[in-house]
């Protein structure tokens, strides 16, 4: 059974950083693509990001230069680093895999970025 579970959301000011954290489990981590997306009040999900198996990393227009995406294969977790945040990033913050398929996703971590 997927299991993801986000961690590390909380309340920031604009400019400040955060950095999320997904821990996986029920599934071999190492060999799928690991994504990022979040959701504001009265929209859709979005992709924020994403990793490759082998590292490779692409971004939403909206954070590229600001957000970066790593993992630890041996620790089967996911990062997202959030730096010079911006009140426009105030999300729900998922992980997201895709395997087989079908779509798994954790409970989501609330980021709160004051003006």
């Known amino acids: 059974q997927v299991q993801l579970v986000e961690s590390g959301g909380g309340l920031v000011q604009a400019g400040g950083s955060l950095r999320l954290s997904c821990a996986a489990s029920?599934?071999?981590?190492?060999?799928?693509?690991m994504g990022w997306y979040r959701q504001a009040p009265g929209n859709q999900r979005e992709l924020v990001g994403a990793?490759?198996?082998?590292?490779?990393?692409n971004y939403a227009d909206t954070v590229k230069g600001r957000f970066t995406i790593s993992r630890d294969n041996a620790k089967n977790t996911v990062y997202l680093q959030m730096n010079n945040l911006k009140p426009e990033d105030t999300a729900v913050y998922y992980c997201?895999?895709?395997?087989?398929?079908?779509?798994?996703w954790g409970q989501g971590t609330q980021v709160t970025v004051s003006s």
């Open positions: 029920g599934f071999i981590f190492s060999i799928n693509t």
């Open positions: 997201h895999v895709l395997r087989d398929g079908s779509n798994s």
């Open positions: 990793i490759t198996v082998a590292g490779s990393t």
